[in-house]
């Protein structure tokens, strides 16, 4: 398990969760069963391998979501290491939360406990194939890898040209960071789609997409109606893993720590 914890879900922001869940059923995600953690409405669809939770309340959506069960340990040793949280909630009467961003202002969430049920044998892809990358846009990936390599500890894999591109396991799910300018929000990636279901649902279902998007040749997008999009590839577009080692140890926080003096705005 990564020191950030362990991937829980990409958390967007529904304004109209029914529209959100209608078009993720529409693509074959499932439904899950969500617990009463939160005081919003929330709902949870899978892929079996990616959950994304929907959530209806403002926040700087979206975020890629943690368990991290000793929470408020881990925020102390965080936090002794320079990194600045952007919110924190820690007591004995809520559920526990604490958010922080990375330098390009991606919000990361870690919370106490999961938020819904999930079996993890339980891995059928949806129309769009099999899911391998969240995938976020940085301006310096040398830069951004200072955090993600601070708190997920394994490199799977970098690739230098024609943009930089580094792929890191980040409890259990595959990160990548991109300087790609084709990508202008941090997105969800899939491969192997069923090439005659996906556009026979598009057509169906009259779901925004968009083919041939620019971004490291993907057959389309897709736009959920919350904003998040999921880019369609024939195949990934990196290669094999590569392992570093891995570690719990929190010493290893201090190199790659957000300074306190270096808060961007």
Same mark, same amino acid.
């Given at each position: 398990m990564s020191g950030i914890g362990r991937f829980l879900e990409f958390s967007v922001r529904a304004t109209d969760i029914l529209d959100s869940l209608s078009f993720y059923k529409a693509l074959g995600f499932r439904e899950l069963t969500s617990g009463d953690m939160w005081p919003h409405r929330y709902a949870v669809v899978s892929d079996g391998l990616l959950c994304i939770g929907l959530h209806e309340r403002e926040f700087d959506a979206p975020a890629v #979501? @943690?368990?991290?069960?000793?929470?408020? &340990?881990?925020? &102390?040793?965080?936090? +002794?290491?320079?990194?600045l949280f952007t919110d924190m909630k820690l007591d004995e009467d809520v559920f526990n939360e604490i958010s922080l961003k990375?330098?390009? =202002?991606?919000?990361? #969430?870690m919370v106490e406990a999961r938020t819904f049920n999930f079996d993890e044998d339980d891995d059928d892809d949806s129309a769009c194939g099999t899911f391998f990358e969240v995938t976020l846009p940085v301006r310096d990936a040398t830069r951004a890898a200072r955090f993600w390599g601070s708190? #997920?500890?394994?490199?799977?894999?970098? &690739?230098?040209?024609?943009?930089?591109?580094?792929?890191? +396991?980040? =409890?259990?799910?595959s990160? =990548?960071?991109?300087?790609?300018?084709?990508?202008?929000?941090?997105?969800?990636? @899939?491969r192997g789609p069923d090439l005659d279901l996906l556009p026979a649902l598009i057509e169906r279902h009259g779901l925004?997409?968009?083919?041939?998007?620019? @971004?490291? =040749?993907?057959?389309?997008?897709?736009?959920?109606?919350?904003?998040? &999009?999921?880019?369609? @590839?024939?195949?990934?577009?990196?290669?094999?893993?590569?392992?570093?080692?891995?570690?719990? +140890?929190t010493s290893s926080f201090p190199s790659y720590a957000v300074p306190k003096h270096d808060k961007e705005d």
């Open positions: #979501t @943690f368990v991290q069960q000793e929470l408020a &340990r881990h925020a &102390r040793a965080m936090s +002794d290491h320079g990194f990375d330098y390009d =202002g991606h919000l990361v #969430t708190v #997920t500890h394994v490199l799977e894999d970098i &690739r230098e040209e024609p943009t930089i591109h580094m792929r890191f +396991d980040a =409890g259990g799910i990160l =990548g960071i991109s300087e790609s300018i084709a990508l202008q929000q941090p997105s969800l990636c @899939f925004q997409h968009e083919k041939f998007p620019g @971004f490291e =040749g993907a057959r389309c997008v897709l736009t959920a109606p919350e904003g998040t &999009r999921l880019y369609v @590839f024939d195949e990934d577009f990196l290669g094999g893993a590569i392992e570093v080692e891995e570690s719990e +140890d």
